[in-house]
């Protein structure tokens, strides 16, 4: 009886053994699955570029591509999109969410705007108004020339196409009037000197208004993601107005005196004006229709804030009234293929810069050039006359305004603020050099190759008059400018 009692104890505990031993194995087996599943599902750290340098490097080349321009800025920028997608550096959203800006959008509506300011001819009636008025002198004639082109600055945000489709032909047929052609060694009797004065103050009437060049926006929409504050047309008309009539007298008269035209005297250029006139006969019915617009839109430009429609707003409505009337077209607007190829480097360059300055690479570069201005003792304005000649004379290296604000604007802006220039100021001084620095060369700004091109003007004289009338901007432009802003209460 002992014996059976002791043989069921063994077996209970053999049993039991086993079970024991096929639980342990069961759960050896459990674990060993749920390894394998670990291994195969669960998200491992990421072994791949790290984001913020990524970025930085396909938003420099990018940068650099605008610089040298293998391909047309937008094809340039489209590219650089697409790569910051490619690389899931960017999501698609986030790579194009600046083409939902207002501010691309404003300069491309412009551009349409100004096709029927063009195509109506009323341009050039208010440029031969002004030379039959005030185009007796060959000075009088520059100043005519001068301050029409500023009145048609805020209504044509191309400085190409004011130069090339209204105020070149123009200036040309002024110059053969007066005898002054090319090729015959007459240049020097008007031609040379009316050139060059129409280019140099071409840059200045572009710095006085934010729609009078297509790249302004950029710096107004660069400042904002900056320093989140707002410049607005009737700030940037503000501040610009004094310093830029200033300007504007001042470069023509300095241009008169250091390579003077010959002749002194232009008694046919008001006769050419008047035959034009006449040929034109009275203002046509969508030359009205312009002119209303016109006034409508800059007067919303101007007082719209009080009414609470913004610049784009008021934009459209013009565009809209240009539509309805039959001024303009829609298949003319299609066929507008700068105001489309600038709505697209425009709104890539305000989305580089935004997610250059998040991931860190503005801030920086702002602090290694804060460091180094910074630990040379001096005051803020000392700091920001630096910052300021750097910017505006590396723009040698530059083919245009658009590629040097999106190069280096963010960056200055945010140096400049650190070293305690006051950000709104350095933003507008920085914003008008940008279109200042473009009378350097004969390819720094859209008049530059436009003006040249005429070939009343050799490079080397070109060149050297340019670095001395870039001084003399500076020079008004801080001096005169700096009183005058700090008047409006922005230092």
């Given at each position: 009886m002992?014996?059976n009692s002791?043989?069921?104890?063994?077996?209970?505990?053999i049993?039991l053994q086993e079970?024991?031993?096929?639980e342990a194995y069961?759960?050896?087996q459990i674990l060993?699955l749920?390894?394998r599943?670990a291994d195969?599902?669960t998200?491992?750290p990421w072994q791949?570029?790290a984001?913020?340098?990524l970025?930085a490097?396909i938003?420099t080349?990018?940068?650099v591509?605008i610089?040298?321009?293998?391909?047309p800025?937008?094809a340039?920028?489209?590219?650089?999109?697409?790569a910051c997608?490619l690389?899931?550096?960017?999501?698609?959203?986030?790579?194009?969410?600046?083409?939902?800006d207002?501010i691309p959008?404003?300069i491309a509506?412009a551009?349409?705007?100004?096709?029927?300011f063009?195509k109506?001819g009323l341009?050039?009636?208010?440029a031969?108004?002004?030379?039959?008025?005030?185009?007796?002198?060959?000075?009088?004639l520059?100043y005519s020339l001068?301050?029409?082109?500023?009145?048609?600055?805020p209504?044509?945000?191309?400085?190409?196409?004011?130069a090339?489709g209204i105020f070149?032909?123009l200036?040309k047929?002024l110059c053969?009037?007066?005898?002054s052609n090319?090729?015959?060694?007459?240049?020097?009797?008007?031609g040379s000197?009316?050139?060059?004065?129409?280019?140099?103050?071409?840059?200045?009437s572009?710095?006085?208004?934010?729609?009078?060049m297509?790249?302004n926006?950029?710096?107004?929409?660069?400042?904002?993601n900056?320093i989140?504050q707002?410049i607005?047309?009737t700030?940037w008309?503000?501040?610009?107005i004094?310093?830029?009539?200033?300007?504007l007298?001042?470069?023509?008269l300095?241009l008169?005196i250091?390579?003077?035209p010959?002749i002194?005297s232009s008694?046919?250029?008001?006769?050419?004006?008047?035959?034009k006139?006449?040929k034109?006969g009275?203002?046509t019915k969508?030359e009205?229709?312009?002119?209303g617009t016109?006034l409508?839109?800059?007067?919303?430009?101007?007082f719209g804030g009080?009414?609470?429609?913004?610049a784009v707003?008021?934009?459209i409505?013009?565009?809209s009234?240009?539509?309805?009337?039959?001024?303009?077209?829609?298949?003319?607007?299609?066929?507008e293929?700068v105001a489309?190829?600038t709505l697209?480097?425009?709104?890539?360059?305000?989305?580089?810069a935004?997610y250059?300055?998040?991931y860190g690479?503005?801030s920086?570069f702002?602090q290694?050039?804060?460091?180094f201005?910074?630990?040379?003792?001096?005051q803020w304005q000392?700091s920001?006359?630096?910052?300021?000649?750097?910017?505006?004379y590396?723009?040698?290296f530059?083919?245009?305004?658009a590629?040097h604000?999106g190069?280096?604007?963010t960056?200055?802006l945010s140096?400049a603020?650190?070293?305690?220039?006051?950000?709104?100021?350095?933003a507008?001084?920085?914003?008008?050099?940008s279109?200042?620095?473009g009378g350097l060369t004969?390819?720094?700004?859209?008049?530059?190759?436009?003006?040249?091109?005429a070939?009343?003007?050799p490079?080397?004289?070109w060149?050297?008059?340019?670095?001395i009338?870039?001084v003399v901007?500076i020079i008004?432009w801080l001096?005169?400018?700096?009183?005058?802003?700090?008047f409006?209460?922005?230092?």
């Amino acid at each position: 009886m002992a014996t059976n009692s002791n043989d069921v104890r063994l077996t209970v505990l053999i049993a039991l053994q086993e079970a024991h031993d096929e639980e342990a194995y069961l759960e050896e087996q459990i674990l060993s699955l749920m390894h394998r599943f670990a291994d195969r599902f669960t998200i491992v750290p990421w072994q791949g570029a790290a984001m913020k340098p990524l970025l930085a490097s396909i938003a420099t080349a990018t940068i650099v591509g605008i610089i040298t321009q293998p391909l047309p800025l937008g094809a340039v920028a489209l590219m650089g999109l697409g790569a910051c997608v490619l690389t899931k550096t960017l999501t698609f959203a986030a790579a194009f969410s600046a083409f939902g800006d207002p501010i691309p959008w404003l300069i491309a509506l412009a551009f349409f705007f100004a096709r029927g300011f063009i195509k109506t001819g009323l341009g050039n009636r208010i440029a031969y108004q002004f030379v039959k008025l005030f185009g007796s002198s060959s000075l009088g004639l520059g100043y005519s020339l001068v301050f029409s082109e500023a009145l048609l600055a805020p209504a044509i945000p191309s400085v190409s196409a004011r130069a090339g489709g209204i105020f070149l032909p123009l200036v040309k047929s002024l110059c053969v009037a007066c005898g002054s052609n090319v090729g015959d060694g007459t240049e020097g009797k008007l031609g040379s000197w009316l050139m060059l004065t129409c280019f140099q103050t071409s840059v200045i009437s572009s710095s006085m208004f934010l729609t009078a060049m297509a790249a302004n926006p950029l710096s107004a929409n660069l400042t904002f993601n900056t320093i989140q504050q707002t410049i607005g047309w009737t700030d940037w008309a503000l501040a610009a107005i004094v310093p830029g009539l200033v300007s504007l007298i001042v470069v023509p008269l300095v241009l008169y005196i250091i390579y003077p035209p010959s002749i002194k005297s232009s008694p046919d250029a008001p006769k050419l004006a008047n035959e034009k006139l006449e040929k034109m006969g009275p203002m046509t019915k969508n030359e009205i229709i312009m002119a209303g617009t016109l006034l409508l839109t800059v007067g919303l430009w101007i007082f719209g804030g009080m009414l609470g429609i913004d610049a784009v707003t008021a934009a459209i409505l013009g565009l809209s009234v240009l539509l309805i009337t039959g001024v303009v077209t829609w298949k003319e607007c299609l066929g507008e293929a700068v105001a489309w190829d600038t709505l697209t480097w425009f709104a890539a360059l305000i989305a580089m810069a935004g997610y250059l300055n998040k991931y860190g690479l503005i801030s920086w570069f702002s602090q290694t050039v804060v460091k180094f201005v910074g630990g040379l003792g001096l005051q803020w304005q000392a700091s920001f006359g630096i910052l300021v000649l750097l910017y505006f004379y590396s723009h040698y290296f530059f083919a245009s305004g658009a590629a040097h604000i999106g190069a280096m604007f963010t960056a200055f802006l945010s140096v400049a603020s650190a070293l305690g220039t006051p950000p709104l100021l350095g933003a507008m001084v920085l914003a008008f050099l940008s279109n200042l620095m473009g009378g350097l060369t004969h390819y720094g700004i859209g008049s530059a190759p436009v003006f040249y091109g005429a070939n009343y003007v050799p490079l080397g004289k070109w060149w050297g008059y340019g670095f001395i009338i870039s001084v003399v901007n500076i020079i008004i432009w801080l001096g005169v400018g700096g009183v005058w802003w700090k008047f409006l209460g922005l230092w």
